[in-house]
C-alpha cells in the first residue's frame, strides 16, 4: 500500500511539471492606445518621440512609451507587448533615455544596468551591466554613462564615481575612470568629457566639482569648482557650458552657472532654479520643483532663458494658465521642428502621470495619461 501511495504521488508530481511547463511562462501586457486632438502633423523626418517613466523606487515598473507624430496616437506601455519573453520588462527606475545610430539605451538606475533596444521597433537587442548608473551620452561609435558605483543610501565613506566607456557594437564596456562623488550629466565637446558630480549620497558635504576626462587618454585630468550638488550639464555653441546646482535645500539655492571651455572656469551665473532643462537654439526651457527644508514646501517655477546673451527671456512658458493644473513637473521636451513643448507629471510619484503639449506660444494642445513618473524623451528620426 505504501508503495502504491508513493507511485501515485509521483505520477501526479509529474502531472503538474508537464502542465506547467506546456502553458505559457509569463502573461503579456499588452499595450493601450490613445488618439490625441492632433494627427499628420508636418514634423518632417522626426517620426515621434520615446518617454520613459521612471517608476517609484523599488516598484519595478519603469515602463515605455511611445508617441507617433503621423498618427496623433500616444502608445501607452509598449516594452512588455514588444518583448514578451523578457522578464520583469525593465525593471526598477528608468532615469535617462537616448538614441544613438540603430539602437535605443534606457538607462534602468537601480537595476543596475542599460536597456539596449532596436530603435525602430523597441526589441530587446542586449543589456549593459553598470552598478547605479545616471545618463548616457555619445561620441564618434561609443557611449559613456556616468555611475554613483556605490549602492543607494546616504554614506559619508561612499566611493567615488566613475564614468563608463561602451562599445556601441559589442555593447561591451571598455575602459572606466573615477570622477567626483556621485556623478551626474555629462557633456561631450572638444574630445572632452566634462561631468557634473553631485556628491548627492554626502549630505550635508556636497561636491561641488565638474570633472574633466581626455578622452585620448581617459583619465581625470582636471576639476573645476563650481557649486554645490551639480546636476545638469549642457555644451552651447558659443564654446562654453550651462550647469546647474541644485543647492542645499536649505539655504543655499539652485542656480546657474556658466563656464568657459577655453579657461575651463566659471565666467557667470544665472538665479534661476533648474530642475530640467531643453536648449533648441538659444533658447533654453526651464522648469524647477525647488524643495525647501525650511518651509517643508516645493517652489514649482517655469522660464526660458537664452544661452548666448545669459539673460532670463520669460519667468512662465505656459502662457494659458493651465501649469496651476500641473503638481509635479517632472519632464521638458521642445520639438525642434513645431517648437511644440511636452511636459510631464509625475502628481504623486506612485500613480500614472501626464504628458502635457503645447503649442509654441505656450498654448495647451492636448494631454494623455502615461505611466508612473514621466520623464525623460528621446526623438526618433526616419
Keep these: 500500500m505504501i508503495a502504491k501511495k508513493?507511485?501515485?504521488?509521483?505520477?501526479?508530481?509529474?502531472?503538474?511539471?508537464?502542465?506547467?511547463?506546456?502553458?505559457?511562462?509569463?502573461?503579456?501586457?499588452?499595450?493601450?492606445?490613445?488618439?490625441?486632438?492632433?494627427?499628420?502633423?508636418?514634423?518632417?523626418?522626426?517620426?515621434?518621440?520615446?518617454?520613459?517613466?521612471?517608476?517609484?523606487?523599488?516598484?519595478?515598473?519603469?515602463?515605455?512609451?511611445?508617441?507617433?507624430?503621423?498618427?496623433?496616437?500616444?502608445?501607452?506601455?509598449?516594452?512588455?507587448?514588444?518583448?514578451?519573453?523578457?522578464?520583469?520588462?525593465?525593471?526598477?527606475?528608468?532615469?535617462?533615455?537616448?538614441?544613438?545610430?540603430?539602437?535605443?539605451?534606457?538607462?534602468?538606475?537601480?537595476?543596475?544596468?542599460?536597456?539596449?533596444?532596436?530603435?525602430?521597433?523597441?526589441?530587446?537587442?542586449?543589456?549593459?551591466?553598470?552598478?547605479?548608473?545616471?545618463?548616457?551620452?555619445?561620441?564618434?561609435?561609443?557611449?559613456?554613462?556616468?555611475?554613483?558605483?556605490?549602492?543607494?543610501?546616504?554614506?559619508?565613506?561612499?566611493?567615488?564615481?566613475?564614468?563608463?566607456?561602451?562599445?556601441?557594437?559589442?555593447?561591451?564596456?571598455?575602459?572606466?575612470?573615477?570622477?567626483?562623488?556621485?556623478p551626474e550629466e555629462l557633456a561631450i565637446v572638444n574630445n572632452k568629457i566634462y561631468v557634473a558630480n553631485s556628491g548627492g549620497y554626502m549630505f550635508p558635504n556636497y561636491d561641488r566639482t565638474v570633472s574633466v576626462i581626455d578622452l585620448e587618454t581617459f583619465k581625470e585630468v582636471k576639476k573645476i569648482d563650481v557649486a554645490i550638488n551639480l546636476h545638469r550639464i549642457r555644451a552651447t555653441p558659443y564654446n562654453e557650458l550651462v550647469v546647474s546646482s541644485r543647492g542645499?535645500?536649505?539655504?543655499?539655492?539652485?542656480?546657474?552657472?556658466?563656464?568657459?571651455?577655453?579657461?575651463?572656469?566659471?565666467?557667470?551665473?544665472?538665479?534661476?532654479?533648474?530642475?530640467?532643462?531643453?536648449?533648441?537654439?538659444?533658447?533654453?526651457?526651464?522648469?524647477?520643483?525647488?524643495?525647501?527644508?525650511?518651509?517643508?514646501?516645493n517652489t514649482i517655477t517655469y522660464g526660458i532663458f537664452n544661452i548666448r546673451t545669459k539673460e532670463v527671456v520669460s519667468r512662465n512658458f505656459i502662457t494659458d494658465g493651465t501649469d496651476k493644473d500641473i503638481v509635479i513637473p517632472y519632464g521638458v521636451k521642445v520639438n525642434p521642428v513645431t517648437k511644440d513643448i511636452y511636459v510631464t507629471d509625475a502628481i504623486d510619484y506612485v500613480t500614472p502621470g501626464t504628458l502635457i503639449c503645447y503649442n509654441k506660444f505656450g498654448k495647451l494642445k492636448w494631454k494623455v495619461d502615461t505611466g508612473d513618473i514621466p520623464g525623460h524623451f528621446a526623438f526618433l528620426y526616419e
Excluded at 283 to 297: D, G, I, L, M, R
Design 6 to 182: 508513493y507511485k501515485i504521488t509521483s505520477i501526479f508530481i509529474l502531472a503538474c511539471i508537464l502542465l506547467i511547463g506546456c502553458r505559457e511562462e509569463y502573461e503579456v501586457i499588452y499595450s493601450s492606445q490613445i488618439k490625441t486632438s492632433v494627427g499628420q502633423e508636418n514634423t518632417g523626418d522626426l517620426k515621434g518621440f520615446y518617454l520613459l517613466n521612471e517608476g517609484n523606487m523599488g516598484s519595478n515598473k519603469a515602463s515605455l512609451d511611445y508617441f507617433d507624430f503621423s498618427t496623433g496616437v500616444y502608445h501607452r506601455n509598449i516594452y512588455a507587448e514588444a518583448n514578451p519573453n523578457v522578464v520583469k520588462e525593465l525593471g526598477d527606475v528608468g532615469n535617462d533615455i537616448q538614441i544613438y545610430g540603430s539602437k535605443l539605451y534606457a538607462v534602468i538606475n537601480v537595476s543596475n544596468y542599460i536597456e539596449v533596444m532596436d530603435a525602430k521597433t523597441a526589441k530587446h537587442i542586449g543589456k549593459i551591466e553598470i552598478p547605479n548608473v545616471r545618463y548616457i551620452r555619445f561620441h564618434d561609435g561609443k557611449a559613456y554613462a556616468s555611475s554613483y558605483v556605490a549602492p543607494v543610501k546616504f554614506d559619508q565613506n561612499a566611493r567615488v564615481g566613475y564614468v563608463a566607456e561602451i562599445d556601441t557594437t559589442t555593447l561591451q564596456v571598455t575602459r572606466t575612470v573615477n570622477v567626483g562623488y556621485q
Design 248 to 297: 542645499d535645500y536649505y539655504n543655499e539655492p539652485s542656480k546657474l552657472y556658466f563656464i568657459d571651455l577655453e579657461t575651463e572656469k566659471v565666467i557667470g551665473s544665472l538665479n534661476m532654479a533648474v530642475s530640467n532643462l531643453d536648449v533648441v537654439g538659444d533658447s533654453a526651457y526651464v522648469y524647477a520643483v525647488e524643495w525647501s527644508h525650511n518651509t517643508q514646501k
